[in-house]
T-cell receptor, first 114, second 115 residues
Framework: DQQVKQNSPSLSVQEGRISILNCDYTNSMFDYFLWYKKYPAEGPTFLISISSIKDKNEDGRFTVFLNKSAKHLSLHIVPSQPGDSAVYFCAANGSGGGADGLTFGKGTHLIIQP | EAQVTQNPRYLITVTGKKLTVTCSQNMNHEYMSWYRQDPGLGLRQIYYSMNVEVTDKGDVPEGYKVSRKEKRNFPLILESPSPNQTSLYFC??????????????FGSGTRLTVV
């Protein structure tokens, strides 16, 4: 039973446009949501997070939106750049304040086309 | 430099031969976790540790052991590896200060092949 779902295995976006990556979750006990970016042969790197008490968090070109009633979050990247091509993982943590690790989605491969 | 270090990066071994993948972090983090990444399955948690001598099972713990004798180290032990444990493994660490969770920092990964 998958608690964090990324239903799009891949997404292709033109350079300069907006990239929108989506994530759904089923566990209403999740407290924090995070996005990680992963290049081949490297470990995931933290991108941005949002607490369940907020509905939006921005960091430069990256914005994460959380809709708790729909159990849905999305990552917006504006404008998209070639270096953004990577696999993006949505992750969530329960009410343990991070102590019990993360539950990940299967990832979305973002391809930025010139 | 703040980092999580895993060794080895690559390992090919034979079925049944015990092995240990080491993980060390230099950030004084309380929380540490192990994950495996498989095609089409994303990252799945194997074990986690909330602090020294406190460990617990994640989603896919079968065939693995861990220990947390010191804060900085969290080795992953495969007592009798099998081919279905061929995977890419990641160690990660994190902390929580004043109710603020800072996310996990990941190591570079260990690619394990069991033949």
């Amino acid at each position: 039973d998958q608690q964090v779902k990324q239903n799009s295995p891949s997404l292709s976006v033109q350079e300069g446009r907006i990239s929108i990556l989506n994530c759904d979750y089923t566990n209403s006990m999740f407290d924090y949501f995070l996005w990680y970016k992963k290049y081949p042969a490297e470990g995931p790197t933290f991108l941005i997070s949002i607490s369940s008490i907020k509905d939006k968090n921005e960091d430069g070109r990256f914005t994460v939106f959380l809709n708790k009633s729909a159990k849905h979050l999305s990552l917006h990247i504006v404008p998209s750049q070639p270096g953004d091509s990577a696999v993006y993982f949505c992750a969530a943590n329960g009410s343990g304040g991070g102590a019990d690790g993360l539950t990940f989605g299967k990832g979305t491969h973002l391809i930025i086309q010139p | 430099e703040a980092q999580v270090t895993q060794n080895p990066r690559y390992l090919i071994t034979v079925t049944g031969k015990k092995l240990t993948v080491t993980c060390s972090q230099n950030m004084n983090h309380e929380y540490m976790s192990w994950y495996r990444q498989d095609p089409g399955l994303g990252l799945r948690q194997i074990y986690y540790s909330m602090n020294v001598e406190v460990t617990d099972k994640g989603d896919v713990p079968e065939g693995y052991k861990v220990s947390r004798k010191e804060k900085r180290n969290f080795p992953l032990i495969l007592e009798s590896p099998s081919p279905n444990q061929t995977s890419l493994y990641f160690c990660a660490s994190s902390h929580n200060r004043g109710n603020q969770f800072y996310g996990y920092t990941f190591g570079s990964g260990t690619r394990l092949t069991v033949v």
